[in-house]
């Protein structure tokens, strides 16, 4: 799939995020290494703590169906009727990433429009001195 592809999917699943509190829209389009994506939302939650962002989403999908190999992702978010930013992963999604994929090979696609533009970068630029599975050995 080519990356632009990938982003547009992400542009898509945005919308079905369940924003009521911050009205920010988020979603996140996930690809596995042989080449099936899963889809994530931003879901919210009166109580706050409880809410889970969109990259959280499509892992928690992939991998309670077996998936354990993943080569990027792509994430869009931007509030409601507002201009498209980017909106990189939270600290807590890059760590959840770095739990599955290699952080020198996985492409994190941060989204910057509605046509499907994006900057790309690696998990490593985005957590660096990360601490992984390999850390407990």
Same mark, same amino acid.
């Given at each position: 799939?080519?990356?632009?592809?990938?982003?547009?999917?992400?542009?898509?699943?945005?919308?079905?995020?369940?924003?009521?509190?911050? %009205? @920010?829209?988020?979603?996140?389009?996930?690809?596995?290494?042989?080449?099936?994506? @899963?889809?994530?939302?931003?879901?919210? %939650?009166?109580?706050?703590?409880?809410?889970? *962002?969109?990259?959280?989403?499509? @892992?928690?999908?992939?991998?309670?169906?077996?998936?354990?190999?993943?080569?990027?992702?792509?994430?869009?978010?931007?509030?409601?009727?507002?201009?498209?930013?980017?909106?990189?992963? *939270?600290?807590? *999604?890059?760590?959840?990433?770095?739990?599955? *994929?290699?952080?020198?090979? @996985?492409?994190?696609?941060?989204?910057?429009?509605?046509?499907?533009?994006?900057?790309?970068?690696?998990?490593?630029?985005?957590?660096?001195?990360?601490?992984?599975?390999?850390?407990?050995?």
């Amino acid at each position: 799939m080519k990356n632009n592809n990938l982003a547009l999917e992400a542009v898509k699943a945005r919308e079905a995020a369940y924003v009521p509190y911050s %009205n @920010f829209m988020v979603g996140a389009a996930l690809l596995t290494k042989d080449g099936k994506i @899963f889809y994530g939302c931003n879901i919210e %939650n009166a109580a706050y703590s409880p809410t889970i *962002c969109a990259e959280r989403t499509a @892992f928690t999908k992939a991998v309670s169906e077996g998936e354990r190999e993943f080569s990027a992702i792509a994430v869009a978010g931007w509030a409601k009727n507002a201009k498209p930013a980017q909106a990189f992963p *939270c600290g807590v *999604c890059r760590q959840v990433m770095r739990e599955f *994929c290699n952080p020198n090979e @996985f492409k994190v696609l941060v989204v910057t429009n509605e046509n499907g533009d994006y900057t790309e970068h690696t998990l490593e630029e985005l957590l660096p001195y990360s601490f992984g599975p390999e850390s407990l050995m």
